[in-house]
């Protein structure tokens, strides 16, 4: 059953980094755009940035100038450099596909961003 698997979350002070991983089963994954999405308790999933297939990106306003997201198709795996970490940052990160699929949201990563 494919499925995909988050890491790398943990507790950072406010102005640091963490670089979240995303490891997709089977090499299918390959063949999708991908996304990272995060989400604040009482508050809708948003989607955080994306990368197509041929490794076009795109960002939310809020992370712009702050995240990178990559991918590497040999390790069917996609990352998430964030720098400059703010509170505001702190939240439950999951990746999907940038349509995403119900059946595929995993358990995510916890962030929090604290002095």
């Known amino acids: 059953q494919a499925q995909l698997v988050e890491s790398g979350g943990g507790l950072v002070q406010p102005g640091g980094s963490l670089r979240l991983s995303c490891v997709g089963s089977?090499?299918?994954?390959?063949?999708?755009?991908m996304a990272w999405y995060r989400q604040v308790p009482g508050k809708e999933r948003e989607l955080v940035a994306s990368i197509t297939t041929a490794g076009v990106t795109d960002y939310a306003d809020s992370v712009k100038g702050r995240f990178t997201i990559s991918r590497d198709k040999a390790k069917n795996t996609m990352y998430l450099q964030m720098n400059s970490l703010k509170p505001e940052d702190t939240a439950v990160y999951y990746c999907n596909f940038a349509s995403p699929i119900r059946g595929l949201w995993g358990q995510g990563t916890q962030v929090t961003v604290s002095s």
């Open positions: 089977g090499n299918a994954f390959n063949f999708y755009n």
